[in-house]
């Protein structure tokens, strides 16, 4: 335990990892917190900044939440949805058939907005061709390898380094999940084996339900704080 304490000292510089990277398919990862990061496609129209985004998110690191970030049109007639609101578009997925689904919209902002693809949209796993006809313009996306930028997000998102710097004051502040005992490799977490402890030097408490019934990868020992890659 001192020795974590110890290290604690030098975690400024050491336990997080600004996340902004543009794989060669021109896929976009970066993070939007210390534990979540956003995958994103900007539009091949030239004259759009609309982007195609779903996030990766700890602790189960699965891509989800498919949505759209589209820029209000430069239109006297164009009424910004509200939030929360449903509007419908026409979506096209590697040039077959036409589908018509629904946006929520999750975020107005003036200028831009959010808006999450709900209902039964086509599969984007595997597209190459993403093409959508809705209130804001015709916009279509080229997602060559997107299940390759899927990968490198899941494997950025397994590690166990906040994407960003937290104050050392709320690391401290806050709680996080500890051996109460010696944990041997193989051995299943349970409610006796985990205890929860200043520092926040490991998984959050909020994630203890998901901990238990785990196996963990390595040896713990007593003490020391857990992270994801122990399980």
């Known amino acids: ?13 050491s336990i997080f990892s600004e996340i902004d990277i543009t794989t060669i398919d021109s896929f976009r990862i970066i993070n939007a917190g210390p534990h979540m990061l956003l995958v994103k496609k900007y539009s091949e129209n030239p004259q759009s900044d609309n982007g195609f985004i779903f996030h990766v998110k700890r602790p189960h690191c699965f891509a989800d939440q498919p949505s759209l970030v589209m820029y209000s049109p430069d239109s006297e007639d164009f009424v910004e949805p509200e939030e929360d609101s ?18 929520r ?13 709900k209902g039964n949209f086509p599969s984007l796993r595997g597209a190459r061709v993403m093409e959508l006809d809705s209130i804001y313009g015709k916009d279509k996306w080229v997602l060559d390898h997107i299940d390759k930028a899927i990968e490198e997000a899941t494997k950025i998102c397994e590690s166990f380094a906040p994407y960003e710097e937290e104050e050392e004051t709320v690391i401290v502040q806050r709680r996080g999940l500890y051996a109460n005992k010696d944990i041997k490799k193989g051995e299943v977490f349970n409610e006796n084996s985990i205890t929860v402890l200043r520092p926040a030097l490991g998984i959050l408490p909020k994630y203890r339900k998901i901990v238990i019934g785990k196996q963990a990868k390595c040896d713990i020992h007593k003490g020391d704080p857990i992270f994801w890659d122990n399980l």
């Open 86 to 103: 449903i509007t419908k578009a026409k979506i096209r997925v590697n040039l077959k058939k036409t589908k018509e689904i629904d946006l």
């Open 105 to 117: 919209v999750y975020l107005a902002l003036g200028e831009r907005s959010v808006l999450e693809l």
């Open 1 to 13: 335990m001192k020795f974590f304490l110890s290290f604690f000292a030098f975690l400024p510089l």
